[in-house]
């Protein structure tokens, strides 16, 4: 099945500088490659997502960049904010319409700490 | 619109006591999925509903069973429960065919001793 690799589990920034972590996926059939961040004690809550016929996908501050021949994935957060602050997940499936039925497999987290 | 709900946000049991974890959706979504989230590990898939009618094992199956009792509900049940069952479930929810996000619920935080 397919296995994704967070990393780095721990991140510390200061307020205004980027931070970038990143991902790799082992199923090169995996199309769909979305981000989670989970404050603590919520629900894991959609950020951004990319399809694999994408190579980068923007959202204001966040961007997510894809390279399939490398089965990697990355989000780049910029001007980062006090308010960035949580647990960032990755994941990746294969895709709703086949017959992996959306099933999503996480990484590990990154615990982002945003200091003032 | 409460889109995913979950009960009860907390419980405690003890070694081989049984319980069921409801969910629900009010988003008229097809597919439905339960994860457990424990520290270190990101979330795992536990079972998933593809569709009303259907249900089917995801990574971690073992000690729990499942039912998608209609199109808005998908429970959870822990038949004897073990002290590593200890763990956050989420239930998720997602539109249909070529719709990709999952919706989460609030989460069950559930302590077994």
């Known amino acids: 099945g397919e296995n994704v690799e967070q990393h780095p589990s721990t991140l510390s920034v200061q307020e205004g500088d980027s931070a970038v972590i990143k991902c790799t996926y082992s199923?090169?059939?995996?199309?769909?490659f979305p981000w989670y961040k989970q404050e603590l004690g919520k629900r894991p809550q959609l950020i951004i997502d990319?399809?694999?016929?994408?190579g980068e996908k923007k959202d204001q501050r966040i961007a997510v960049t894809l390279n399939k021949t490398a089965k990697h994935f990355s989000l780049h957060i910029t001007e980062t904010q006090p308010e960035d602050s949580a647990v960032y997940f990755c994941a990746a499936s294969i895709g709703a319409g086949g017959t992996s039925y959306g099933k999503l497999t996480f990484g590990q987290g990154t615990i982002l700490t945003v200091h003032p | 619109n409460a889109g995913v709900t979950q009960t009860p946000k907390f419980q405690v049991l003890k070694t081989g006591q049984s319980m069921t974890l409801q969910c629900a959706q009010d988003m008229n979504h097809n597919s439905m999925y339960w994860y457990r989230q424990d520290p270190g590990m990101g979330l795992r898939l536990i079972y998933y509903s593809a569709s009303e009618g259907t249900t089917d094992k995801g990574e971690v199956p073992n000690g729990y069973n499942v039912s998608r009792l209609n199109k808005r509900e998908f429970s959870l049940r822990l038949e004897s429960a073990a002290p590593s069952q200890t763990s956050v479930y989420f239930c998720?929810?997602?539109?249909?065919?070529?719709?990709?996000?999952?919706?989460f619920g609030p989460g069950t935080r559930l302590t077994v001793t």
């Open positions: 199923d090169s059939a995996s199309n769909y």
């Open positions: 998720a929810s997602r539109g249909g065919l070529g719709v990709e996000e999952q919706y």
């Open positions: 990319i399809r694999s016929n994408v």
